[in-house]
């Protein structure tokens, strides 16, 4: 199986602020990489696929990187609204996998 | 608009088994492949499986193999995930989502609302 470890494990920040959350795959995933939102007692929201690719509708202030084993989800202008956890998700082999979660929490 | 919608709260007793239904809209059913992810209390999400409601090819995480089925009724437009001799630990927030793939993509583009499953003797 293919691990997926997402970094930092938890997250303070305020209204404003530029941040990058890390995820990285144990083997190389391509571009299979994909980035999503949940807020609480809410299913998961999908904002970037293909590890760069912004879902239409999803704020511009949300960007992802990488290739490989080494990709970045980067929020510039961190709003109100922003504050959710967020996972990294690889569908290059199953069993497809997920990053255990960042908590976004407010400072 | 596309929209999957689950079934409701299911308590069961250890050992029992659970079934939850996940009811799509807005697009051809058959056209697109249906993922099922559970996610137990404060904990991160878990691939359970697919289905291909074209042909009911289906594909499970080893950890569920022999415990899940995942079925389709091309009739209604509805997905199933039943998982039997439930433990304790099945206790989650059960989701069905639409998957979208092409050769250098693969995500969940639509997800069901969630179906709580407590599972308590």
């Known amino acids: 199986d293919i691990q997926m470890t997402q970094s930092p494990s938890s997250l303070s920040a305020s209204v404003g602020d530029r941040l990058t959350i890390t995820c990285r795959a144990s083997?190389?995933?391509?571009?299979?990489l994909n980035w999503y939102q949940q807020k609480p007692g809410k299913a998961p929201k999908l904002l970037i696929y293909?590890?760069?690719i912004l879902k239409s509708g999803v704020p511009s202030r949300f960007s992802g990187s990488g290739s490989g084993t080494d990709f970045t989800l980067t929020i510039s202008g961190l709003q109100p609204e922003d504050f959710a956890t967020y996972y990294c998700?690889?569908?290059?082999?199953?069993?497809?996998?997920f990053g255990q979660g960042t908590p976004l929490e407010i400072k | 608009e596309v929209h999957l919608v689950q079934s409701g709260a299911e308590v069961k007793k250890p050992g029992a088994t659970a079934k939850i239904s996940c009811k799509v809209s807005?697009?051809?059913?058959?056209?697109?492949?249906i993922y099922w992810v559970r996610q137990a209390p404060g904990q991160g999400l878990e691939w359970m499986g697919l289905l291909d409601p074209a042909d009911g090819e289906t594909k499970y995480a080893p950890k569920f193999q022999g415990r899940v089925a995942i079925t389709a009724d091309t009739s209604t437009d509805t997905a199933f995930m039943e998982l039997s001799s439930l433990r304790s630990d099945d206790t989650a927030i059960y989701y069905c989502?639409?998957?979208?793939?092409?050769?250098?993509?693969?995500?969940?583009?639509?997800w069901g609302q969630g179906s709580l499953v407590t599972v308590s003797s």
């Open positions: 998700q690889q569908t290059y082999s199953t069993p497809i996998t």
């Open positions: 989502a639409r998957r979208i793939v092409s050769t250098i993509m693969d995500y969940l583009d639509y």
């Open positions: 083997q190389s995933i391509s571009t299979f």
């Open positions: 293909g590890a760069s």
């Open positions: 807005g697009y051809i059913f058959t056209d697109y492949y």
